[in-house]
Structures are given as C-alpha cells and as structure tokens.
C-alpha cells in the first residue's frame, strides 16, 4: 500500500532534475487558472500521461484525493447553490433553485482543485524530500540578495512537506485510541461534534510539539547548522532540460496572453 509520500521507482519522471518538476508544477497551476473546460480536459489528460510515465497506480494517486473532498464538496455546494444565473426547474428544493451558472462554476473549481492536488500529489510521489529540498534551494537563490537564505527556506517547504503524511499517521492512530476508549466521534448535535473535535486536536497538538522537538534534537545531534551547504550530489541541467524549461515557460506565457 502506497502513503501519499515519495514512492521509489525506476521511472523518467523520477529521474528528471525537481528544478524541471517544481517549475512544470507551478507553470501547470497557473495555467489551471487560466484555463476552461477543453483546457482542464488536456490538463488532465497530461497528468494522466505523467503519472503512467512515473508507473504511479491511478488507485494510489486518487486516494491522496480523500483528506480534502468534503472540503471541496463543501465547495462544490457553496458554489451550486449561491451563484445566480438561469435555474434548472429539473431541480428545484422548496424556495432553493440551482442555477445553471452555479453548477458549471462549481463543477470547474472543484474540477481545478482536484487537478492541483494530483498534480502536487505526482511531484511529492516522484520527487523525495532531499532533492526537493534542493531543487528549492536552487531557485530560490536570487532572494539571496535580500539577506534571506534560500536554504532555509527550501528546509521550511521541505520539512512541511514531510511532516503531512506523519501528521495524518498520528491523527489516524489519536481516532483508534479514541474509538477504542468508546469515544463517539460522530455525534448528531453541533455541540457533541465540537467536543469529539477536541478530543482529536488536543492529542494532535501534543504529539505535533513532542514531534518538532524530537526533529530539533535529531538536527542539533547531526551538527546542523545555518549558512550555505554542499551537497553530495550536484544538480547539473543538460541541454534538453534547458528546452524543456523553455517549452514549459512558452506554453505558460502563452495560455496567460490568450
């Protein structure tokens, strides 16, 4: 069973530069945006091709959808019910209509943010957190100028990034302790939920403070320290990861100016 970190495989995709993948990922995300309904279907259609190219299974890239879909069917129905426009009489709910506009609207948003969330869900699954880690440090060296290290700043995304999947671990093993103690964690009334709520996130404050702790003594043991570092394996771009770079930068200026 797959987590929804760093899968190690032998794929094209694993062995690209993460400069390539973290600038395609942010150059995808904004062209998400930019774009409507035959776009997000060649979107989709390309991080289709890249997930079969990185040989991740669809079934384990879909199930880094579940943490976020009750947010987004939140979403989908905060758009299909309070967006004005021409109502479909096939539904009508009492006094309630569902308009038109409001059900394409919701449809392409919700549609845009599952696409995000699998195109980050790729990279995260191709990509592990040492050379993310790089890649971010290489792109973020202009901000050097300002006094701010690039380094410590691709550690901060990096450490965040890292620390998802540990976090849903915890929140897992905090929901059988509390079942397994006859917790109910499902209440009907909005004050049971509350209260099932912070029987959750107490716990999970803790152990979120006993981990950074354990984290900061892990590092300090290792001699970490603040300032520019080496690393074991230099990043070198060859000349078809240049034009690659410039593909990406051209479709993106071009999607944006029309």
């Not at 103690?181 to 004050?191: C, D, F, K, T, V």
């Not at 803790?206 to 300090?220: K, P």
């Not at 060859?238 to 999607?255: F, H, K, P, Q, W």
């Amino acid at each position: 069973m797959y987590k929804y970190g760093y899968v190690f495989l032998e794929s094209p995709v694993h062995k690209k530069d993460p400069r390539i993948k973290l600038i395609a990922v942010i150059a995808l995300s904004i062209i998400i945006f930019h774009v409507g309904f035959v776009g997000l279907l060649i979107a989709s259609a390309a991080a289709l091709v890249i997930a079969l190219l990185a040989r991740i299974p669809l079934g384990s890239l879909l199930r880094t959808l579940h943490p976020v879909l009750p947010f987004f069917a939140l979403l989908f129905l905060m758009y299909l019910f309070f967006t004005p426009g021409r109502p479909l009489p096939l539904f009508p709910i009492g006094p309630v209509l569902i308009s038109f506009e409001g059900l394409t609207l919701g449809v392409l948003q919700v549609w845009k943010f599952l696409l995000l969330v699998l195109v980050a869900s790729i990279l995260t699954m191709t990509t592990s957190q040492s050379e993310l880690t790089m890649g971010l440090e290489r792109l973020l060296r202009p901000i050097r100028i300002t006094g701010i290290s690039s380094h410590d700043v691709a550690m901060m995304v990096s450490l965040a990034l890292r620390f998802m999947p540990t976090l849903m671990d915890e929140l897992n093993l905090i929901k059988q302790a509390q079942l397994a103690r006859g917790a109910n964690l499902n209440p009907r009334r909005i004050s049971g939920k509350i209260r099932a709520m912070s029987h959750l996130a107490v716990p999970l404050a803790v152990n979120i403070f006993r981990r950074c702790d354990e984290l900061i003594e892990a590092m300090e043991a290792r001699g970490y320290q603040q300032g520019h570092r080496t690393y074991l394996r230099e990043l070198v771009l060859s000349r078809s990861d240049y034009c690659l770079i410039a593909g990406i930068l051209l479709l993106l200026i071009t999607v944006i100016v029309t």
